[in-house]
């Protein structure tokens, strides 16, 4: 189903653009909807893992806050279209679900930094929740590009919520399901089968999409088995831009601070054992800047360990710039800064 | 379009407000900081400061309430990072800052004197007195002018001192009044409206911070009074006009209450170019009422009868 762009070089982040996208199909997909766009710029620096925001309600609108979605497929048809999946929960995703083909849409993208790919072939298991597995399609495309094979654990509370089951059967080398009325594969939340499809598919490399709870529960299993990982975290935006700071978490720098970064800028894909799961919601006393922080002396603080040296050359630019605080808290890690 | 603050030259009078254009890269991205009046920074502050936890944003009708907090990289970093990127694209800046005490504001300004490319300084009077339990400071005339004679007296003279004021005041002529006799070379109003939304389903407030900052169209009647009010006590006091500009008539109706230069803040948000376009339609709107420049309107509707300018149908 998904189709790599043409391949690219793993050169640095493009800048994204704001477009005017047209409404090519908008589909039902079970519990979700799933609305494809034309929008060949967008599309064309598009890397999986990264995301769009559109301004829903139209011109006189009284939302002022832009809806962030992660893309799920992008395809050179049209010049270029980009697809997208959601649920319609709030008064924004229901007038984006009344949507007909040829509506315009005031479009920004691609935002945020996308999946790193492991240097060396590996085995990746791709996990996700609800419609949260939309983007590991494309992710399974690129991987398998450069060789590595791809077990897919999808979970949903039910089975009209899981989604690209289908999908992940056909291209992945395994694929569990778990939901948690057991309407559809194993009953129970993913993370019960985590372990059992880690030992099963002598898993090297964990990607996750899903709620946050979960995130830190996927995390903390794969240090149990010394399994890097990458999350990609759902969190409430209001811009995608990095302007508005709302969707802060608090996440450990290779340099051993916690810093209080942007989703969207600095993610939404992180490495997960840097983020600090307990504090999201808090300031950690000891976040630069926090209330009574002092510097702590040079050689101190605590690198992060972990794998660190599965990842390519976007971690480790990634690593250098925000992560190890080349660049101030708040103000991280835009495309081209890490220069 | 052109306007002047102090000895700088704006190509125009649309201008960010603070604390929603980033650091100025994040809408580079989108549109060329250059051609924007001027930036005016998020608000800067001594130390960095890691601002309130999350969730610290929600929408509202026509608003956005927010309760960031003021999470900033401090003055340091900003003076070597972001100031210095800023004027390598040719921005102009206006530097916003914050202070816990007024001796954080006077140092402040006067790190920023010994740089150069400082267009002029916001002075944010939201904020905190630690040493008045936590009152904001543009509540208070006296408070609000210590402030800003501080600020006047450690910045160079030829940088022009904006005060920022908040519309949560029974009389905010009295605190404009207070900032213009403490030497304010201007007035930046308004800063957001202090509200508060409930979580009906966790029955407790949503914002982490409880209380948040109201912005967007929906204070915008607020800001127009408020301009209205402070334009008619001081005509002779320039005003950064700022609350929920969207469109160019929304810049127009604030020029008209007697600012003679716009921020936009919260549309940046939904709209990362909104400064250009705001600019285009408001010179569309002028060229309607037969206007050649901006400074034809700016105040015009205290005038018993328009003066000159073709009345709009």
Known sequence: MPRSSA???????????????TVLTLRRVDAYHAMTLVAPAIAAKFRPGQFITIAVGGPDTAMLGR??????????????TVEFVFEARGPGTRWLAGLRARDVLDTVGPLGRPFPIPRDPSKCLLLGVGYGSAPLFGLSARLRERGCSVDYLLGGESADRVFGALTARRNGRSASVTTTDGSFGARGPVTALLEQVIREARTDVIYACAPVDVLREVTAIAGRYDIPVQVSVDVPMACGTGVCMGCVLPVNGTDGITRIVRSCVDGPVFRGDLVRWDDIGTIPFDALGAPGWAAPPAGAAQPARGAQGVWGAAQDRHDRGVLRGAV??????LRGDSA | MRARLGQTELPNLVLTAAGCAGAGRELAQFTDVARIGAVISKSIMAEPRTGNPAPRLAETPSGMLNAVGLQGPGVDAFLQRDLPWLLSRGARVVVS????TIREYAGLAGRLSDTAGVAAIEVNLSCANA?????MFALDPQRAGSVIGAVRGSARPDIPVFAKLSPDVTDIVAVASACVAAGADGL??????????????AMRPLLAGRYGGLSGPA???????????????FPDVPIIGSGGVRAGRDALELLLAGASMIAVGTELMHDPSACSRVLKELEEELAVLGADRAADVVGQAHARAPRGLVRRA
Do not use: K
């Not at chain 1, 793993?10 to 996208?21: E, F, K, M, T, Y």
């Not at chain 2, 930046?188 to 389903?201: H, K, Q």
């Open chain 1, 7 to 21: 391949a690219r070089p793993a050169g640095r982040p493009v800048a994204p653009v704001q477009i005017r996208g």
């Open chain 2, 131 to 135: 040493e008045d339990a936590g009152q």
């Open chain 1, 328 to 333: 101030p808290p708040g103000y991280t890690a």
């Open chain 1, 67 to 80: 809806r962030a979605f992660v893309v799920h497929d992008v395809r050179p048809d049209h010049g270029g």
């Open chain 2, 188 to 201: 930046s109003l308004i800063n957001t409206v202090l509200g508060m939304t409930i979580d009906p389903g």
């Open chain 2, 97 to 100: 800052i914050a202070g816990q």
């Open chain 2, 219 to 233: 204070i915008r009647p607020i800001a127009v009074r408020c301009v209205w009010q402070v334009r008619a006590a």
